[in-house]
């Protein structure tokens, strides 16, 4: 019987490979939720007084990580469920302030994929992540490297 729901091989990701994840809004639960299980406690998170009363924002902002950890959940409910093996690392730059209520999607491009040297079942995998709210304003861009399985064994 197929299992759908899988994620992606390492041949499926070809550089220039793109697609794009659902969204997914944030809520005011998922924000107290997150400050909770962190800790991250800066009043521009906590203190909703000081947010409308000392700041330029107009609304509950949310933590860059909690936009980071959504965004992953977006790609990895899409891209890598059974196929990712380890998250290497990345380069992250915060392009624009998200807040509740707003519905984010992941934009993704395949920008490195090669075998590992070690392991022929193994490859490494770099895309691009473009993380754009519901007005298509891109608020997050990351580029993760990956290893991710092989299809094929070499």
């Not at 909703?48 to 107009?58: E, G, I, P, Q, V």
Request: proline letters at 3%; glycine letters at 10%.
């Amino acid at each position: 019987m197929e299992t759908i729901g899988l994620g992606f091989f390492f041949e499926d990701m070809p550089e220039g490979r793109q697609f794009r994840t659902l969204g997914r809004s944030v809520t005011e639960a998922d924000i107290a939720n997150f400050l909770g299980a962190t800790g991250i406690t800066e009043v521009l998170f906590t203190n909703l007084d000081y947010l409308a009363n000392h700041t330029d924002f107009d609304g509950r902002l949310v933590p860059g990580a909690l936009v980071f950890a959504v965004a992953e959940g977006l790609v990895m409910s899409a891209s890598i469920q059974e196929t990712g093996v380890a998250f290497l690392g990345m380069e992250l730059d915060i392009k624009g302030p998200v807040f509740a209520g707003d519905t984010l999607y992941v934009e993704c491009e395949v920008i490195e994929a090669r075998r590992t040297s070690k392991r022929p079942d193994r490859a490494l995998v770099r895309t691009r992540n473009t993380v754009v709210n519901q007005d298509g304003k891109t608020v997050m861009v990351y580029t993760p490297l990956r290893m991710m399985k092989c299809r094929d064994k070499g």
